[in-house]
């Protein structure tokens, strides 16, 4: 069993940044793929990015402005967010699995979700 906990989450203008983070506990985090989604009003759950050991990968709307980092000292891991649109605004959530994909369906945990919302 693996519980997660986002926090980082508010209201920022757009062109602005913010950092998001994600504490995990339960199962060794090292060996966890984490990946973060996110999902607007009305929207279905999309694929942010993910990290597995030193392989990171992200979704299209987010390449070249959000980078993932992990401390498995500390078991979590962050998503850090430049350039911010009003169009990057829904709950963000993290998720654990064992499966280096973007499909919300394959893994197995979920955090509680952080809000995010940019205003232009």
């Known amino acids: 069993q693996v519980q997660l906990v986002e926090s980082g989450g508010r209201l920022v203008q757009a062109g602005g940044s913010l950092r998001l983070s994600c504490v995990a506990s339960?199962?060794?985090?090292?060996?966890?793929?984490m990946g973060w989604f996110r999902q607007a009003p009305g929207k279905e759950r999309e694929f942010v990015g993910l990290s597995s050991g030193e392989f990171k990968s992200y979704g299209d709307s987010v390449k070249g402005r959000f980078t993932i980092a992990r401390d498995n000292a500390k078991n979590t891991v962050y998503l850090q967010m430049n350039s911010l649109k009003p169009e990057d605004t829904a709950a963000y959530y993290c998720?654990?699995?064992?499966?280096?994909?973007?499909?919300?369906?394959?893994?197995?945990?979920w955090g509680q979700g952080t809000q995010v919302t940019v205003s232009s």
């Open positions: 339960g199962r060794s985090f090292s060996r966890l793929v």
């Open positions: 998720a654990a699995g064992g499966l280096i994909t973007g499909a919300p369906s394959r893994y197995d945990y």
